[in-house]
């Protein structure tokens, strides 16, 4: 008897503890704000508009990296040669190991 009475007393305060812990949850929340952007140079240094520059790097970037996709693209499958199997491109020097 004395044994469900101290799991009774546990469940009671757990709830207790449940039920009070809710309303500081959201008050931290609300009080947590999110840090200003890193920005590691003087003022002054940088525009107060990048959004043209960083626009104009990703279109460069896009750029280049569709060259380089269209010419892996084009690339003939390498030749599988040796046991174990290893690269060998027609034309290349072969190391004979």
Known sequence: MRR???TLARAALATVLGVLSVPFAGSF???AQT???YNPYPSGILPANLDS???RVRREVQTIFGRYFAEWQALTP???T???PHFFQPGMRHSGY
């Open 4 to 6: 469900d009475t101290r």
């Open 29 to 31: 929340e609300a009080r």
């Open 35 to 37: 840090p200003p952007p």
């Open 53 to 55: 520059e960083i626009a």
């Open 78 to 80: 390498p030749t599988l």
């Open 82 to 84: 040796g046991q174990p």
